[in-house]
């Protein structure tokens, strides 16, 4: 009896300090997880702060934008910002002028980018090694060192013509024909990931390799290509150098250059009420577009193909 209760003790104590590790474990895995979340929530709210005073700035009036204490919360709330938004400059023109610049200038990008990367992806020829090298090292450029040699370029080339590609969506959108190296590197690697079963497939049941990129290859990467999509189409509405150089015409001018005249309209007394209003309607469509489109980056429907 008493090796009995002994043995029994000793399981019970086994028992109870696994049940302790497991109690500490547990702890241990919460205490994480909150610091985590804790950390996640600091982070997004240090993120959203800019977002929202700009939304909250552009509801003030202009007395009350610069007012100490800063006021988070507009009182009064005064929406005439977002109207003499589109009194005081042409701003309508200058979205629909951003509208037709970005879409012209996505298009082409992403549709060169997608060719050139299927050739990169599944073709051999002679020189490939060099050509990506080539693409890569033209990642590492800053696009800064090309704006005078691209400048006096459309010049000259306009001399030779006997015409002028200056203040004209010609050097804006013409250049994008050529592809962006990021998206053609990333479409690429993405090629890569597709299994060669499904090309060999299509190929003994008579597809060309024309009729193979666009009847499978885009179907299966329609992940990466929104996703490339939407950070060209961005890219592009966003641009401020390259508008502010090639355009002279105030009514050509895009939404981010249309943005810098609200900074001297009335001279040194910016009003920032006015431009934060603008600011918030310029990133609008930039916002509906991310969101509504943001389920496509990650999911991939290859797994579907594979079963």
Known sequence: MELNRSSLSKEEKLKEIIRLKKQQKNVKKMVTSTLKHLTLILVAISMLAPFFWMLSTSLKTSSNALAVPPQWIPNPVYWRSYIEVFQRVPFLQYLLNTLYYSLGNTFFEV?????????????KFKGKKILFMFLLITIMLPGEITI????????????????????????????AIGGQAVHIFFMSQYFRTIPKDFSEAAYINGASSWKILWKVY????????????????MGTWNSFLAPLIYLNDMEKFNVQVGLAMFQGINGENINWALLMAATTISILPIIILFFSMQRYFIPSNKADGVK
């Open 111 to 123: 549709v060169v980018s997608i060719v050139v990367a299927y050739g990169f992806a599944r073709f």
């Open 148 to 175: 005078v040699p691209g400048y006096i370029y459309w010049v000259r080339l306009g001399q030779l013509f006997n015409t002028t590609f200056i203040n004209t969506y010609i050097p804006l959108i013409l250049p």
């Open 218 to 233: 885009v179907p299966m990467s329609m992940p990466a290509i929104i996703t490339i999509t939407i950070s060209s189409f």
